[in-house]
């Protein structure tokens, strides 16, 4: 056999994470107790009701069957109940709503449903690495836009429209965003939908975020600008909101042209996920919410420890609005060393994991990812670690 890479595996660039990764495993393996910051994975239990709810239907007959690639009738209900109470906007479950496997998995899948080969996608960097390679695996191209919501946002979406040939198809959003945990408000949506139906751009939102913020106002949604419906599909997921990762429960809601392609596509390629979960997945959206209330809590007594105990150590840590992710600025004295060597350095000598920016495009360079996914001792610990470590370095640089 050709021993040439694959033609979609060479357009993928090396994972950065999976160097940090393997770095940590030897670490474990030699008993160093790792404080991991890095990936974003919810620690926190999947609330009780909720798993009841799947163990009761595995019970029952005939659960253990093929499920509904697009969703169970009364899992589409219950997200547009949801869309309805939160957002105020109304959604037909029947032509507007797709259970995906995760939000991760509806963007590859729509990705391979609009994209034709040499395509234009937009999507901002540093952005959640699906947002890209989802497209780039399909066979786009891909234009980057800052991932600031602002004036450069917009000044880059004109430069693309007008330059780019061939002319972008669509723009990829991400509100409350993954890893910068920037947040957009309803009168940025209002411009992009006018921007997208002018120049005839699908506009795909990811909104995998919408229930961790800790501002007064909760995250908008884009469908509830008028005319997003038009152009706009939106991506959530139960992984955050309900602490429900391993479960890959998500959804693509909004245009139904867009979301019948969506629905095309998996109907090749799965039998949607366990009947079981999309049970319990119902379950948690037409439960009760105080849960969701609770872990809102949580992460934001972790963000408030983890701001303190980290400036107190020597790294100042701006506060994120929103997200279980603060976006970090390299410690002062170790700005020129970029982001994958200090988080190796960080993990090495400190024990604590982090991810690097650059993993998120390139303009993540100079930032490190950390998650709130260890609870306020371990962050404490944390802490304890990293100022340490600060001087140590800062010592060995003052006898250099």
């Not at 992009?192 to 751009?201: G, I, M, T």
């Not at 799965?270 to 119902?282: C, L, N, R, S």
């Not at 390139?362 to 600060?390: S, T």
Request: hydrophobic letters at 40%.
């Amino acid at each position: 056999m050709d021993k040439e890479q694959f033609y979609r595996i060479k357009r993928l660039p090396p994972y950065v994470f999976e160097q940090v990764n393997r770095l940590k495993a030897r670490q474990r393996a030699q008993g160093a107790d790792i404080i991991d910051l890095g990936m974003g994975n919810p620690d926190l239990p999947t609330p009780e009701h909720i798993n009841a709810k799947l163990i009761e239907t595995v019970g029952k007959p005939r659960t253990n069957r093929y499920s509904a690639s697009r969703g169970i009738p009364g899992l589409r209900r219950a997200q547009a109940a949801y869309y309805a109470r939160r957002f105020g906007v109304k959604l037909d479950p029947d032509t507007q709503v797709v259970a995906t496997l995760g939000s991760k998995e509806g963007f590859a899948n729509m990705a391979q449903a609009i994209t034709a080969p040499g395509d234009v996608i937009l999507a901002p960097n540093p952005t959640y690495p699906i947002h890209a390679f989802g497209f780039l695996m399909a066979g786009g191209t891909i234009r980057q836009v800052p991932a600031e919501p602002g004036d450069a946002f917009f000044a880059a979406l004109h430069r693309a429209v007008n330059h780019s040939v061939p002319k972008p198809i669509a723009v990829v959003l991400n509100y409350p965003s993954n890893p910068t945990a920037y947040v957009a408000g309803l009168d940025f949506y209002r411009e992009v939908v006018a921007f997208a139906r002018r120049h005839d751009l699908i506009i795909l939102s990811d909104l995998a975020y919408a229930e961790i913020y800790f501002t007064d106002a909760p995250p908008p949604s884009i469908l509830q600008v008028q005319g997003a419906m038009d152009v706009a599909v939106e991506f959530t997921s139960l992984s955050k909101t309900y602490s429900m990762p391993g479960w890959r429960m998500g959804f693509a809601v909004g245009n139904e042209r867009l979301i019948a392609a969506l629905a095309r596509v998996k109907s090749y390629l799965d039998y949607g996920a366990f009947t079981p979960i999309q049970v319990a997945a119902t379950a948690a959206l037409n439960g009760p919410q105080d849960c969701v209330e609770e872990a809102r809590a949580i992460y934001r007594r972790r963000r408030d420890v983890l701001v303190e105990s980290f400036g107190k150590a020597g790294w100042d840590i701006p506060a994120p609005p929103a997200t279980m992710f603060a976006w970090a600025p390299l410690p002062r004295g170790f700005e020129t060393l970029g982001s994958l060597a200090f988080a190796e350095l960080l993990q090495q000598e400190a024990q604590v994991a982090v991810s690097p920016g650059v993993g998120f495009g390139e303009e993540g360079e100079g930032f490190v990812r950390i998650a709130l996914v260890e609870n306020e001792q371990r962050i404490r610990q944390a802490a304890r670690n990293l100022r340490r470590f600060l001087e140590k370095r800062r010592t060995m640089g003052d006898k250099e």
